[in-house]
Structure formats: C-alpha cells, structure tokens
C-alpha cells in the first residue's frame, strides 16, 4: 500500500471530487487530482492523480499520472506513474503504466503492459497496443482449434 505521507500528499491536491451520491454520464477532464466516490460512465482523464474509492465506480477508460483503485473500473487504464489496485479494487480491463501495486484480495482481470518510456495517450493503448495482443492470441487460439 502506499505510505502514509504519500496518501496524505495526494489528498491534499486533490482538486475535484465526485461525491458518493453523485452519478456522472459523459467524460471527465482535469489539469490536477481526481477523487471518484460515486458512478462515473465515461472516460476520466487528468493530468494529475485519480482515486477510484472503495464505494466508487467508473465504466470507461482512465487516464492519469498516478492512479489508486480502491472501487471498480471497467476500462482500460494508462499511468504515467505509479498504478494501485487497492485489496477492495476491482479492474476489468488492459493496464498501460510504469509500475503496478495489486494488493492481496484485489482483481485484476486483463492485460498489462509495464514500461518507464513510451506511455502514449489513452487512444494509443486501447486501440494499438492491446488490439496487437488480441490479434495475436486470436491467431494462436484459431491455430490451436485447426489442427487436427
């Protein structure tokens, strides 16, 4: 888990908040952090870090700098940083980022791709990078039933 002091840092940048009795339906964009308590369906994108909280929940693809899921997302998510999946996090989707934490008890049900250089935009991981992957597991599924 992250230590305290960095907890405490990213909470006290956090500059917007979805609340836990609110729901959102379209794309959220920010130039600093994001705290996600409540339903978002869309995509999330900031320039700063993004919490999904343990009551929280977004349907759409997620970008940020650093991103700790303690909620559910299903998408796919790109980090410039560090990415978390919290022991009460559920991902179902592809992860783009630099390093990856998932705590004991967390789900992760995807592909990832780790790496310090050439973390391209949102639209770069979903459509080149994870589309390659799926073509090549779909040839080698297609292979394996074809053989007799």
Partial sequence: MLGKKSVEQINAKISSVIGADMVVEGDIRAKEAVR????????????????????????????????????????????????????????????????LVVDENAVFQGQCIMNAE??????????????????????KDNNKWNKK
């Avoid at 559910?72 to 989707?93: H, P, Q, Y």
């Avoid at 935009?121 to 779909?138: P, V």
């Fill in 118 to 139: 050439g973390l391209g935009t949102q639209e770069d991981t979903s459509s080149s990078a994870f589309s390659k992957m799926d073509e090549e597991d779909n040839k």
């Fill in 36 to 99: 996600v308590e409540g339903k978002v369906t869309g995509d999330v994108e900031t320039e700063g870090a993004l919490i999904i909280s343990a009551g929280g929940s977004v349907k759409g693809n997620v970008k940020g700098s650093s991103i700790i899921i303690g909620g559910s997302l299903e998408g796919d998510l790109c980090s410039g940083g560090r990415t978390e999946v919290a022991s009460t996090g559920k991902v179902i989707g592809n992860i783009r980022t630099k390093s």
